[in-house]
C-alpha cells in the first residue's frame, strides 16, 4: 500500500482478514512479551504449505517498533535515520483523514523497526521438515537479506543471494536457553553475527518459535516470548 493511496476513514484493516486465516492454523503464533520500548507492528509475513493430506506447514512472523525513551515518544533521539524522501512521505499531510489503522501503523514507521524479529513455524510431520538450527538459519538469513542488504554487500544485486559472509549451520551454539509463556526451555543461538542476534526452541515436536534482533536494539529489548493473543487495536 502506497502512502498516497486514497482510502476511506472507515475502511477496515486489511490485517483483520489476514489474521482471521491464520487463526485457523493448528498452531498457536508466539510473539516478545509486552515491554514498555516496544510496540507490535503487525505481520512481517505468513505462508502454508499444502499437499495431498492437507496443510503440511505454516509460518507467521511479527515485526516490532522500538521506542528508546517511551516516556517521551515525540523525543527526536526515539526516531529512525531514515532517508530524506521516506521522511518527507510520513511528513505529508492527507487531503482526507486516513484511517486510524493506517495513521498509527505511518507514525510507526518513524521508530527503528525489528523486520520479522519473531518466527513461529510448524510442520505437520517434524520428520520431514528441518531442524531447529536450520529453521534458526533461514529465519536469521531472511532478516540479515531484508534488512542489512547494504551492510551484507548485498545491495543493489537481485535475486536470492545469500548474506556475506555466510551464516551456516557452523555458527549456530547449542547451550542456550529461551522463555517461552514464562517456562525456561533448551535453545539454539547464533551470537557470532556482528548486525544481528538470534536464537530459538522448539516446544513441541511440530513447533519452533525463533527471534532475531538487531545488535543496535538488543538493549531494548527482552527476549522473552509468549502466546500472541487476540488484540484490540492499538490507536
Known sequence: MEL????????????????????????????LVPQPTIEEFGLSSHGSGFDG???????????????????????PANFADLEDDI?????VVPASPYPEWLAARIERQR????????????????????????TLIAHITDVLTTSFRRERGLEGKLGSL????????????????LTVNGVSH???????????????THLDDSTFVTAVVSRDELQH???ELETRQAKSPPW
Open 162 to 177: 545469500p548474506p556475506a559472509p555466510d551464516v551456516t549451520l557452523a555458527c549456530v551454539q547449542h547451550d542456550a536457553f
Open 186 to 200: 533448551p535453545a539454539a543461538r547464533i551470537d557470532t553475527d556482528p548486525h544481528v542476534f538470534a536464537i530459538g
Open 221 to 223: 529489548v527482552v527476549i
Open 53 to 75: 493430506a492437507g496443510l503440511r506447514d505454516g509460518n507467521v512472523g511479527l515485526s516490532y517498533t522500538v521506542i528508546h525513551d517511551p516516556t517521551n515518544r515525540s523525543d
Open 4 to 31: 498516497g493511496e486514497v482510502l476511506a476513514e472507515d475502511a477496515p484493516d486489511p490485517a483483520n482478514r489476514q489474521w482471521k486465516k491464520i487463526a485457523r492454523m493448528p498452531f498457536p503464533v508466539f510473539g
Open 87 to 91: 521522511r518527507q512521505q510520513l511528513d
Open 111 to 134: 521508530y527503528p523497526m525489528l523486520h520479522n524479529a519473531v518466527r513461529t513455524t510448524w510442520h505437520r510431520d517434524p520428520e520431514n521438515g528441518p531442524s531447529l538450527a536450520q
